[in-house]
């Protein structure tokens, strides 16, 4: 059975009168040799791209993705990753000719590779990181997690609230009353002047029907909203959130990177709806550690993904992570109130010591609080009544100390102790992962989602992971060394 390809249009060897040949103009250490050798190292077929097996039907086959990957890591790369702009390369740019063989898919092509092959896009993100391992390029000891949001394909304007919602359908049912209630007066004057009437009649229904179309799309919003749990919700783009940071907004999504810090590559990505880091913190290291294989990683992040029960998977699992604890009880400690670190644990008594060395005991059934099991302590009346300390230390109308445990708290005992005896692991943190946020949003200038949809988003996003792991690769064994490795794997 003959293998049939979209043909290739250019011959690289084909003499011309100046220069001599298409290959003349892409010099040995030109980058799109080793985007060439790595894309061809690839078997697309189990990576998941479309039109990936070859055709024998009739007509000429579709472009072949090897192809678009190339087009699309190249313009990752060079911060081109509009389509449109795609397409213009393929028409003057003589290294995007070398690489795709002269083939000119339309915008249209480019943009339906991207937007129909996530899950392929974040597979072979994931092959390079696997191809860097195999060249020994990342340690696998320590690992830098970070989030930043990035613009989603739809403005803040477009993203609803409840309350806008609300506002917003009762102006248009208003609206409609007043054109129902213009065509019932029409209806009534009908006899008098039928013919001068009908014109506006049609004015008005038009606009009442228009009216009604907008109801319908918003009441589909708003039972959208009562799926995604009162979430505000996007006609433009359903899965964009209004994230909150700072006392900035931006409507878009949170992407997540996990860095490797031997040669500050990224091991692991996500794209997620979340307004904070706090469940993000095992859902980036678990990948990082399945891809790195460490019986000994550290994961670093900032105080924003501290969180109890993510500690506790990663405890679980091995992982030894580095975050700080948030000052939760400031406010309280700047009232000059009686915190909650001032008591300390017992584990021979169950139970807590207050400052003025008295116990709290376990009382009561365990309390489910936040989806977790909670015990309960509580201090003698007898030793509160009359304390000293007792005006700093209990509630306004509370006569004893009261305070919850969470079942696994000596997770986060175990983890504030790691946190005192290390105090300078935290300083590599922000030079790890801020690093690759800085290239790809400043020098490849990629700030925004060009996809619509979370997983379209996530396809995008692991382009953008490939783009910069890749560039950085370069930069450390050069384009020879990568040509030769992808050549002979
Ligand atoms: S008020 Fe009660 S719990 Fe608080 S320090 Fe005094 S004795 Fe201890």
Request: hydrophobic share 35%; glycine share 6%; net charge positive.
């Amino acid at each position: 059975m003959s293998k049939r390809r979209y043909q290739a249009v250019l011959n690289r060897q084909q003499e011309m009168l100046m220069p001599l040949s298409v290959e003349d103009y892409v010099s040995p250490n030109n980058v799109v040799r080793a985007i060439d050798a790595y894309v061809n190292s690839l078997d697309m077929e189990p990576l998941g791209f479309q039109h990936s097996s070859v055709s024998n039907g009739a007509g000429q086959p579709p472009f072949a993705p090897e192809a678009l990957l190339k087009l699309y890591l190249y313009g990752y790369q060079q911060g081109i990753c509009s389509s449109r702009k795609l397409e213009k390369e393929t028409h003057r740019n003589i290294e995007v000719m070398w690489l795709i063989e002269g083939i000119r898919p339309t915008y249209k092509t480019i943009a339906n590779v991207r937007s129909h092959n996530s899950l392929a896009l974040k597979a072979a993100s994931r092959d390079f990181v696997l191809l860097c391992k195999e060249l020994s390029l990342l340690g696998g000891e320590k690992v830098g997690v970070d989030g930043s949001f990035f613009s989603g394909n739809v403005s803040k304007e477009h993203i609803y609230t409840e309350k806008q919602l609300e506002t917003q359908l009762s102006r248009i049912e208003q609206k409609i009353e007043t054109y129902q209630a213009a065509l019932d007066e029409q209806d009534k004057t009908e006899d008098k002047a039928p013919l001068e009437n009908t014109t506006e009649i049609e004015g008005l229904e038009k606009k009442r029907e228009c009216l009604k179309e907008k109801q319908a799309e918003k009441i589909a919003l708003q039972q959208q909203m009562q799926t995604a749990g009162d979430k505000p919700v996007s006609s433009i783009d359903k899965d964009a959130r209004l994230l909150s940071k700072g006392g900035s907004t931006t409507a878009g999504y949170n992407v997540q990177i996990a860095v490797d810090e031997k040669h500050k590559l990224i091991v692991a990505q996500e794209v997620t709806q979340e307004g904070n880091d706090k469940k993000q913190l095992y859902p980036m290291l678990n990948p990082a550690q399945s891809i790195l294989q460490s019986s000994n990683l550290a994961g670093l992040a900032d105080k924003g993904y501290f969180e109890s029960s993510p500690l506790k998977y990663c405890e679980d699992n091995g992982i030894t992570v580095y975050v700080p604890i948030p000052a939760a009880s400031k406010r309280i400690a700047d009232q000059g109130r009686l915190t909650r670190d001032r008591l300390t644990y017992d584990k021979k008594q169950d139970g807590y010591i207050c400052p003025q060395q008295h116990i709290l005991k376990r009382y009561g059934k365990l309390r489910v609080i936040n989806n977790k099991n909670h015990m309960t302590y509580k201090s003698l009346m007898s030793d509160c009544k009359s304390c000293s300390e007792k005006a700093n230390c209990l509630g306004k109308n509370s006569k004893v100390k009261q305070l919850t445990r969470w079942e696994h708290e000596e997770v986060i005992e175990r983890h504030a102790e790691k946190m005192k005896q290390t105090p300078t692991e935290m300083h590599i943190r922000s030079s790890l992962v801020e690093h690759p946020f800085g290239i790809i949003k400043q020098r490849a200038g990629i700030k925004h989602f060009l996809m619509r949809g979370l997983e379209k988003c996530r396809g995008e996003f692991s382009l953008m992971v490939l783009g910069f792991n890749f560039t950085r690769v370069l930069n450390i064994i050069g384009v020879q060394t990568l040509q030769d490795y992808c050549a002979q794997r």
